[in-house]
Every structure is written in structure tokens, then in C-alpha cells.
């Protein structure tokens, strides 16, 4: 289902992608899922199998497309994070049967959708049971070299405002993490991870693999099947 429609935070026209069972036997669990910088939501419906993958769960697959955003609140811009933690989530509660229960909730994200995934987690905590994050950037210091045009997001503000806070945090949600050993983004995933506490429940597994969808389409199967979701 593609769901366009006008949210107040962002004042504006915004798209959602969700991928729903054909069959609905009650309150569904729900899964968020981050893109990447260089794409859009609809990466993950075209450049990917998670369709297939969720097919069988009970659980609605919720992809917002949030292009070149960060996925954070914009000092003279939008406020991403606000409409991805709050108003997305009671607008879709409204529309569709999601259950309310923490428990039933998941989060995924790539690159981009990586460092959103944890930023959501390391400011509410309470409000996943799980998650999976791919190749994640953690270092906002190497943005300018990725979009050299990032002062449309953050202005002239340090990059280091908006830096992945309190990652002790980290330590309440059990993450499925992964990034392949070839990926450019590799060393600076094993120093965050020196860095931080992961909760115990956590798996972290090194693979060869770039920054690119074959790794992450090869990496997704076992990241779902490690996820408790329900058929």
C-alpha cells in the first residue's frame, strides 16, 4: 500500500510505503524501515526482497521516504524526527489494526536509515522490542564527504549537535547489527562498537560485503529470521 497524504508536523505532502499480509488475523506487529542517503522508501520495495521475507508475519512493514534527511529535526527546516517518532506512528494507529504493545514493535534501517534506527532507539528506548541495523554511518564527521550539500540540513550547526548521544541507552534494546569488511564505513562501526554497551540479547556479525544492496539483500534473511515475529 502506498499511503500519500498531508502531516502537520512536517506541513507537507508526505509518502508511506506499507507492506501488509494478504491475510490479517489480528493487531499486527509493526516494523519501521530506514532508507539510505542516496534513496527514497521505495528503494526498499524495489531493490529488495523484504516483501517476500514478511509475507508470511503477522506484521505491517512501514516505510516512510525521507530523502537526504537525516531523519532529524532541521534547525530551519523539517522536523523529521518528530514526525517519525510521534506523528507517524498515532496517524498509522488510526488507520491501521497495529498493535500498541512496545513488544510488537520493530525498527530496521541502511547507512542513513542505520543512524536514524539508533538515534530513535537511544532517545525512547521503550518503544522497541527489537532491531536490525545494516552498515550503519555512526560518525556524522564524514557527512560533508557524502552530501556536499548537508548545510541544506543542518545549516552552519556543528555536526557534532546532532552526534548519537548516551549510547549507554543502547544497552535496552537488543540490536541485530552487521556491516560487511570491505565496506567503507567498517572502521568506524568497530570503534562506535568498542565504545559502546550492546544488550546482551545483541548480535553483531562481520561479513565480507560493501556499501551496497547485495550485501544488504544478502544480509536481510537472516536479520528477519532473527527478529520475533509472528506468523
Not at 519501521?32 to 522508501?41: A, E, P, Q, R
Not at 531493490?47 to 508475519?57: G, I, N, S
Not at 516512510?64 to 531523519?71: G, M
Request: contains cysteine; aromatic residues 14%; proline residues 8%.
Amino acid at each position: 500500500m502506498t499511503l500519500k497524504y498531508n502531516d502537520t508536523i512536517l506541513d507537507n505532502q508526505t509518502t508511506i510505503t506499507i507492506m501488509l499480509p494478504d491475510k490479517i488475523t489480528g493487531p499486527l506487529q509493526s516494523l519501521y524501515v530506514l532508507h539510505g542517503l542516496g534513496d527514497d522508501g521505495s528503494a526498499w520495495q524495489r531493490k529488495t526482497y523484504l516483501e517476500t521475507l514478511v509475507a508470511d508475519y503477522q506484521v505491517a512493514a512501514i516505510i516512510p521516504s525521507l530523502p537526504r534527511s537525516w531523519y532529524i529535526d532541521q534547525p530551519d527546516g523539517q522536523a523529521c524526527f518528530s514526525f517519525l517518532t510521534h506523528s507517524l506512528p498515532t496517524y498509522l494507529s488510526q488507520l491501521l489494526p497495529l498493535s500498541p504493545e512496545p513488544q510488537d514493535h520493530f525498527i530496521m534501517g541502511n547507512s542513513m536509515g542505520g543512524f536514524g534506527t539508533l538515534k530513535w532507539l537511544n532517545t525512547y528506548p521503550d518503544f522497541f522490542q527489537a532491531a536490525v541495523v545494516l552498515s550503519p554511518l555512526v560518525d556524522l564527521e564524514i557527512v560533508p564527504s557524502l552530501m556536499p550539500d548537508y548545510r541544506h540540513v543542518f545549516l552552519d550547526e556543528p555536526l557534532t549537535n546532532y552526534q548519537l548521544t548516551k549510547p549507554f541507552k543502547l544497552t535496552q534494546t537488543p540490536i541485530y547489527w552487521t556491516i560487511g569488511t570491505d565496506d567503507f564505513l567498517f572502521q568506524q562501526n568497530q570503534y562506535f562498537l568498542d565504545k559502546v554497551s550492546l544488550n546482551p540479547a545483541s548480535k553483531v556479525v562481520f561479513s565480507p560485503g560493501r556499501h551496497d544492496w547485495l550485501f544488504w539483500n544478502q544480509a536481510l534473511n537472516q536479520a528477519l529470521a532473527w527478529l520475533p515475529l509472528k506468523k
